[in-house]
């Protein structure tokens, strides 16, 4: 059995539940890109084929990327495709393991939180700290499964748009 765990996000949300709008995210916050590339760098990362269109330079580079798509003429330069999540876990862990990685981070979009939320030992979670416009929602979180490890406070600046809580929580 792999020691690789798998953790859900980072994914930033409104306090709506609100994680996109139009294919993007839909705030700016800088501080909350350079902790997400810091927790991802090195590990392998999975995501959603409208996770990959948004991305703004693909592939996400120090970390492979698996793009979960049903369309088999789908040939993203960078990356790897997979059909089924359990198969792009086990392929990321394995990957993992070889890189010397602690674990692998599904990193969207809301119906890939949805599945690796059920088997996550860890959550990367942003609140922003606002009500947002947009057209992707996650789905509540039940916090009484999960244990805060970390909470790190970012106040609104001239980087970020509004003022957020980078979370990491693990599962009880």
Not at 29 to 49: E, H, S
Not at 59 to 82: K, W, Y
Not at 101 to 111: L, M, N, R
Request: net charge negative.
């Amino acid at each position: 059995m792999s020691r690789v765990i798998l953790a859900a996000g980072p994914i930033a949300r409104a306090r709506n539940g609100v994680i996109g709008r139009d294919g993007t995210l839909p705030w700016r916050l800088k501080t909350d890109l350079a902790i997400f590339r810091a927790i991802t760098m090195g590990k392998p990362v999975i995501m959603g084929r409208k996770t990959w269109d948004s991305l703004p330079k693909k592939p996400l580079v120090g970390r492979t990327n698996i793009v979960l798509s049903r369309d088999g003429s789908f040939e993203p330069q960078g990356a790897l495709v997979c059909e089924d999540f359990s198969e792009a876990v086990a392929i990321a862990r394995e990957q993992a393991e070889e890189d010397g990685a602690s674990e692998v981070c599904v990193i969207g979009g809301a119906s890939l939180f949805e599945l690796a939320l059920k088997k996550a030992r860890r959550l990367y979670l942003t609140e922003v700290d606002a009500e947002i416009e947009g057209d992707v929602v996650l789905s509540p979180i039940d916090e009484r499964e999960w244990v805060e490890v970390r909470a790190e406070r970012h106040e609104a600046s001239e980087v970020d748009q509004y003022p957020f809580t980078v979370r990491v929580l693990d599962r009880r």
